[in-house]
C-alpha cells in the first residue's frame, strides 16, 4: 500500500518534534548545529534509497553528553535517529534534537527548513550554574542548504529562536567526508563551527548583575561571535539486512567569549564531549 509523501512527512515530522520534547535529547550539549552528520549525511540519504525506493531508518539508543553548554560534568541522556528518504534525494532527518527536511529533488544540493530542539538549563550538577536563574527549553526554526562533491559535502545552517527562550540567532558551517570501509560499514568525519547572536551569548553564557548575586560568579557580558568549532565521526554498521548500529563521537571546543565566560571557565570547560550507541532499525 502506498502511502503519500505529504502524509510520511507530516506524521514523521509531528512524532519527531514531539519526542524531542520528551525524550530532551542532547541537542545543546553537542554542536548547536547538530551531531555529526548535522548538513544531512554526505550523499548517504541519496545512496540508501538509490534503486530502492522510499527508505525509513529508526534509531534508538544512550549516550553521554555534558550537563549545559560549557560543563565538565557529565550526565547519561536518551537519543533518537529517524530518516525518511526518497529515491529522488529528498529526505526527512531527525537527529541530536534537530529535524530537517531536504527539499531539493537532486543527488548533490541540499536546500530546506529545519526545527532545532534546545533543552533547558535547570537542575544543573554544579551548584553555582544551578544558582543561576533557569533557562527554559528553546525551539529554533531556519534553513539549511549543502553542496556534496563526491564523498565531500558541506553546509550552512541559520537558525531562529522563536519559543522566546533565548532570542537568539545561531549560524553554522560545515564539512563532511564520507568513507565506506567495508560493503557492512560506513563512516562519515565532520567538522564544524557556529557563530551566536549576542541574546544567545547572553542567555547561555554571560552574567548579568542578578545572576552574579545569585551564584557568587562575577559578572559577565559574552557578545555575539564564533562560541565553536568541532570535530566529530559517526560509524554506521549494518548487522543483518535490517537492522545495524549507529555510534557517535563529538568534540567541541568553546571559543571566544563562550570559552572565557565563568560558567565555563571558573565552573565548567572550554572541551565538550559526547558519545553514544544507537540501534537501528531501516524498512
Known amino acids: 500500500m502506498k502511502v503519500s509523501r505529504l502524509l510520511i512527512a507530516v506524521v514523521f515530522g509531528v512524532t519527531l518534534l514531539g519526542s524531542a520534547a520528551l525524550l530532551g535529547t542532547a541537542a545543546q550539549a553537542t554542536s548547536a548545529?547538530?551531531?555529526?552528520?548535522?548538513?544531512?549525511?554526505?550523499?548517504?540519504?541519496?545512496?540508501?534509497?538509490?534503486?530502492?525506493?522510499?527508505?525509513?531508518?529508526?534509531?534508538?539508543?544512550?549516550?553521554?553528553?555534558?550537563?549545559?553548554?560549557?560543563?565538565?560534568?557529565?550526565?547519561?541522556?536518551?537519543?533518537?535517529?529517524?530518516?525518511?528518504?526518497?529515491?529522488?534525494?529528498?529526505?526527512?532527518?531527525?537527529?541530536?534534537?534537530?529535524?530537517?527536511?531536504?527539499?531539493?529533488?537532486?543527488?548533490?544540493?541540499?536546500?530546506?527548513?529545519?526545527?532545532?530542539?534546545?533543552?533547558?538549563?535547570?537542575?544543573?550538577?554544579?551548584?553555582?550554574?544551578?544558582?543561576?536563574?533557569?533557562?527554559?527549553?528553546?525551539?529554533?526554526?531556519?534553513?539549511?542548504?549543502?553542496?556534496?562533491?563526491?564523498?565531500?559535502?558541506?553546509?550552512?545552517?541559520?537558525?531562529?529562536?522563536?519559543?522566546?527562550?533565548?532570542?537568539?540567532?545561531?549560524?553554522?558551517?560545515?564539512?563532511?567526508?564520507?568513507?565506506?570501509?567495508?560493503?557492512?560499514?560506513?563512516?562519515?568525519?565532520?567538522?564544524?563551527?557556529?557563530?551566536a547572536s549576542g541574546n544567545y551569548m547572553s542567555t547561555y553564557f554571560g552574567v548579568d548583575a542578578a545572576n552574579s548575586r545569585r551564584s557568587g560568579l562575577k559578572t559577565y557580558n559574552a557578545d555575539a561571535g564564533f562560541k565553536d568549532v568541532g570535530v566529530g565521526v559517526a560509524v554506521n554498521y549494518s548487522v543483518w539486512q535490517h537492522v545495524g548500529f549507529r555510534v557517535i563521537a563529538n568534540y567541541t571546543r568553546l571559543v571566544g567569549d563562550a570559552a572565557d565566560s565563568p560558567i565555563v571557565d571558573d565552573q565548567g570547560s572550554a572541551n565538550q564531549f559526547f558519545g553514544g550507541l544507537m540501534v537501528t532499525y531501516t524498512f
Open 33 to 195: 548545529v547538530g551531531s555529526v552528520g548535522a548538513g544531512g549525511e554526505p550523499t548517504g540519504d541519496y545512496e540508501a534509497a538509490k534503486g530502492k525506493g522510499t527508505q525509513v531508518s529508526l534509531g534508538l539508543g544512550a549516550g553521554a553528553a555534558p550537563d549545559y553548554e560549557g560543563s565538565n560534568d557529565y550526565t547519561p541522556v536518551p537519543l533518537l535517529f529517524a530518516r525518511v528518504a526518497w529515491e529522488s534525494g529528498m529526505f526527512l532527518r531527525f537527529e541530536g534534537g534537530t529535524l530537517r527536511a531536504n527539499l531539493i529533488p537532486s543527488d548533490k544540493w541540499r536546500f530546506g527548513p529545519v526545527v532545532k530542539y534546545i533543552r533547558p538549563r535547570d537542575h544543573v550538577e554544579d551548584k553555582k550554574v544551578d544558582d543561576l536563574k533557569d533557562v527554559d527549553a528553546a525551539v529554533m526554526v531556519g534553513g539549511f542548504a549543502g553542496y556534496d562533491i563526491g564523498r565531500l559535502s558541506t553546509y550552512i545552517q541559520v537558525v531562529q529562536d522563536v519559543s522566546g527562550s533565548n532570542d537568539g540567532l545561531l549560524a553554522g558551517l560545515g564539512l563532511g567526508y564520507s568513507v565506506k570501509i567495508s560493503d557492512p560499514v560506513q563512516m562519515v568525519l565532520m567538522a564544524s563551527t557556529t557563530y
